[in-house]
């Protein structure tokens, strides 16, 4: 417990996380709780469910999850299990042209989870039974919202309201409150890390790497050019003043966003929305990047790119498209060892969290005090 209160020093005496918090399987779990359960955690996309009658399955903090747009094309969540003998109702992502159907015996859910038929529930041929009644039998809804296209969720039931939770960044990038259109299949993308998520988390919090990193990026947005974001409470990341890459060699340009500062001519930011959601805005584009963990050291992170005007999805910009998703495809790989280095140095036992720089690792420092504000609220033993 020592060890989780000297992160919450002021940067320049402060540690880093310990590393049990990386490591431990005991604090995985005890984590899991409460960071993933009692707050806001993004779970799928919008898109991965594009029409009704879409389900997606997900599985976060072992919890099996399924995400169904419904007959209104409304986004609902729920436990993906049978209310019978607790068989899981989908392996893979499906367009269902009838009700979600139990592969055990058949039990059958309409879009809004309601269960709707009980085959030979009393006996062959008997489709009823008094003692099953079918009303008191619906899938478990789990709390969720839908914001930029992101499901949320809170699976405790209990976290304040999903507006009071997101005001900060939607205040910060209230100019950007447009719609968004994805890029489509083209424009997602996932990528396996073999390291604990918040190491992930870290990383792109700050931009002190890019020169070491990301040469490429940093040929044109360097490390001069940036500057940190810090929110009171549950985000933090990093600006570039001159963000400008060069998709075409003719100089065409996506559509912007309408009515934007002139700040946004040249500015993108990038902020972790914590627990697990990193965000990019630019004036053409934004993208949400997902970390779904896997085991304390593995992680998946989705990726999905959306354009300003729906213009920017026709076949003039095909070849734009793609060449904006392999930029950032080729920027994320190249975090990969980096993260996943930092996981193998977390093994050694004389570590003790690691000094930070109190000029550019504010915002890394800052998703650590998150962190462990939410450790400390057990008496956990570190």
């Known amino acids: 417990m020592n060890q989780i209160k000297s992160v919450l020093l002021p940067i320049e005496t402060a540690n880093g996380l310990p590393n049990a918090c990386y490591t431990d399987p005991t604090m995985h779990r005890h984590e899991a709780g409460l960071v993933f359960h009692d707050g806001w955690t993004a779970i799928g996309f919008g898109c991965d469910v594009p029409r009704a009658g879409s389900i997606y399955p997900v599985t976060v903090s072992d919890m099996p999850l399924l995400i169904v747009r419904n007959r209104a094309g409304l986004v609902k969540v729920f436990e993906n299990v049978c209310r019978h003998r607790g068989m899981i109702l989908a392996e893979e992502p499906a367009q269902l042209s009838g009700p979600i159907s139990c592969p055990y015996h058949a039990w059958a859910y309409d879009l809004d989870g309601h269960l709707r038929a009980t085959p030979h529930v009393g006996g062959p041929g008997i489709h009823e039974h008094e003692d099953v009644d079918i009303s008191q039998l619906s899938l478990t809804e789990i709390r969720s919202v839908v914001w930029r296209d992101v499901v949320y969720v809170n699976l405790s039931g209990t976290a304040p309201s999903f507006d009071d939770f997101i005001a900060p960044l939607h205040g910060r990038w209230a100019e950007f409150d447009q719609p968004i259109h994805s890029g489509g299949s083209d424009s ?35 490390l001069e050019d940036h500057y940190n974001i810090l929110d009171d409470e549950g985000y933090a990341g990093q600006g570039t003043l001159v963000y400008n890459p060069q998709l075409d060699s003719s100089g065409r340009q996506f559509p912007r966003f309408s009515n934007l500062s002139r700040k946004w001519d040249t500015a993108g930011e990038y902020c972790a929305l914590f627990p697990n959601i990193l965000y990019g805005v630019h004036n053409d584009h934004c993208y949400a990047i997902i970390l779904l963990p896997v085991g304390q050291a593995e992680t998946i992170e989705r990726v999905s790119i959306y354009y300003a005007d729906k213009q920017a999805l026709g076949k003039e910009f095909a070849d734009m498209r793609a060449t904006n998703a392999r930029m950032w495809k080729d920027i994320f790989i190249e975090d990969i060892r980096v993260v996943e280095g930092m996981q193998k140095g977390r093994m050694a036992p004389h570590y003790d969290g690691g000094k930070f720089s109190p000029r550019m690792d504010n915002p890394t420092h800052h998703f650590h005090k998150w962190v462990a504000s939410r450790l400390s609220r057990t008496a956990a033993t570190v």
Request: net charge neutral.
């Open 188 to 222: 997602m993308f996932e990528l396996q890390l073999r390291c604990n998520w918040k190491l992930a988390v870290e990383n792109y919090c700050e931009a002190y790497h890019l020169p070491f990193v990301h040469p490429g990026l940093n040929s044109y947005s360097r």
